[in-house]
Each structure stands twice: as structure tokens, then as C-alpha cells.
């Protein structure tokens, strides 16, 4: 199977796939302990590519989501040994948003770049204000709150300004923004 030529649907699932492998020792309790995280992985990596492909697309480029077969075979074999240990994920690296545009200035790959971690910003956001603002049981507080940890610490990620992620190109683009937004999602992933 060449996975380089997978739909996009498909490669959203392995990509989710390869990092929820880290859950699946969770056995005693499935939904907590695979089913929730699962359903976290996936509000934390699809609507971040998305917003990278529509913006693009937005900008008159062509635009998928791919999954990366190096990435992924890392990600899951990696992830699967630490969910041994942890029983959380530790990389996040199965695939990308491929774009391609006739005319690509700065400005569309600073709004390109800048749309995924964002994305995890507002979800995170909207994550802590739920928990301070409905009658929640344990549970619910308990994703909600994996829910807007999860989507901070890839908004950060991202956010590094190293190589291929998206704060190099952002750090290049704004450093004002950059700045705000990787100090923004530090904040909400390792101090909040």
C-alpha cells in the first residue's frame, strides 16, 4: 500500500490512529481511557489541518491533507511504546497539509501557517471556558480539561519556530504575532 497516495479521509484516520496507539492500554476503563482521548486527538489534529487547507485554498491554492509515511510509522511505534509507560501520546508528526499555489507571497504563508495553531488556541480557550462556565460531572471536567491541554501543547508545538513547523514561518512572517501566540499557548499548556 503506498501511503503517500491515501485519500484524505483515510489519512486523517491513520494520523489519528498513530497517536491515539498510546491510549489503547487503558483498558479497564474504555471510554475514558480510549474512547474520550481518541475523540480529543481527533478535535485537536483534524480541525488544525483543516484550517490550514482552507485558508490556502482560500488563497487560491490547491490543498489536502497527506499522511507522511516516515511520520507515521514514528509516530505510532513511538507513541505506542511511551502509551506503555505513560498512556499518553508523545509525538504528533503522521502527516501535514500539502499545498500548492500559482502565487505564494509571505503574507499567504503567514495566514496559512498561522490558521492551524490558532485553531488549537480558540479550541482550547473554548475548552476552559466550558469548564468554568457549565454543571459538569467528572468526566466531562476531565476531557474538557485534557481537551484544552491537548490543544495548547499542539499549538505549541507547532508553534516552535524550528524547520518545517508552522512558528518558523510565522516567526518570519510577524514575530508580534508569533510572540503572542506562542506565549498565549504556553501559558494554557504547562502553566494554567
Same mark, same amino acid.
Given at each position: 500500500?503506498?501511503?503517500?497516495?491515501?485519500?484524505?479521509?483515510?489519512?486523517?484516520? !491513520?494520523?489519528?490512529?498513530?497517536? =491515539?496507539?498510546?491510549?489503547?492500554?487503558?483498558?479497564?476503563?474504555?471510554?475514558?481511557? #480510549?474512547?474520550?482521548?481518541?475523540?480529543?486527538?481527533?478535535?485537536? #489534529?483534524?480541525?488544525?489541518?483543516?484550517?490550514?487547507?482552507?485558508?490556502? %485554498?482560500?488563497?487560491?491554492?490547491?490543498?489536502?491533507?497527506?499522511?507522511?509515511?516516515?511520520?507515521?510509522?514514528?509516530?505510532?511505534?513511538?507513541?505506542?511504546?511511551?502509551?506503555?509507560?505513560?498512556?499518553?501520546?508523545?509525538?504528533?508528526?503522521?502527516?501535514?497539509?500539502?499545498?500548492?499555489?500559482? %502565487?505564494?507571497?509571505?503574507?499567504?504563508?503567514?495566514?496559512?501557517?498561522?490558521?492551524?495553531?490558532?485553531?488549537?488556541?480558540?479550541?482550547?480557550? =473554548?475548552? !476552559?471556558?466550558?469548564?468554568?462556565?457549565?454543571?459538569?460531572?467528572?468526566?466531562?471536567?476531565?476531557?474538557?480539561?485534557?481537551?484544552?491541554?491537548?490543544?495548547?501543547?499542539?499549538?505549541?508545538?507547532? !508553534?516552535?519556530?524550528?524547520?518545517?513547523?508552522?512558528?518558523?514561518?510565522?516567526? %518570519?512572517?510577524? #514575530? =508580534?504575532?508569533?510572540? #503572542?501566540?506562542? =506565549?498565549?499557548?504556553?501559558?494554557?499548556?504547562?502553566?494554567?
Amino acid at each position: 500500500m503506498n501511503l503517500h497516495h491515501l485519500n484524505e479521509p483515510l489519512s486523517f484516520l !491513520l494520523a489519528i490512529l498513530s497517536v =491515539a496507539i498510546a491510549y489503547f492500554y487503558n483498558f479497564p476503563d474504555p471510554l475514558a481511557g #480510549i474512547l474520550l482521548p481518541t475523540l480529543a486527538i481527533t478535535i485537536a #489534529i483534524v480541525p488544525h489541518e483543516l484550517a490550514h487547507r482552507q485558508v490556502a %485554498r482560500g488563497k487560491g491554492c490547491w490543498s489536502r491533507f497527506v499522511l507522511y509515511p516516515p511520520g507515521f510509522f514514528v509516530t505510532f511505534i513511538v507513541n505506542a511504546l511511551f502509551g506503555v509507560l505513560t498512556r499518553s501520546p508523545l509525538l504528533f508528526i503522521s502527516g501535514y497539509t500539502f499545498i500548492s499555489c500559482y %502565487r505564494y507571497t509571505s503574507d499567504h504563508e503567514g495566514h496559512i501557517s498561522l490558521a492551524g495553531p490558532l485553531t488549537n488556541i480558540i479550541i482550547s480557550l =473554548a475548552s !476552559l471556558a466550558l469548564l468554568y462556565s457549565l454543571p459538569l460531572d467528572s468526566l466531562e471536567i476531565s476531557f474538557l480539561a485534557y481537551l484544552m491541554r491537548l490543544n495548547a501543547f499542539v499549538a505549541f508545538f507547532n !508553534l516552535l519556530p524550528l524547520g518545517p513547523l508552522d512558528g518558523s514561518k510565522i516567526f %518570519r512572517w510577524n #514575530i =508580534a504575532i508569533w510572540a #503572542i501566540l506562542f =506565549a498565549l499557548s504556553a501559558y494554557l499548556a504547562f502553566v494554567l
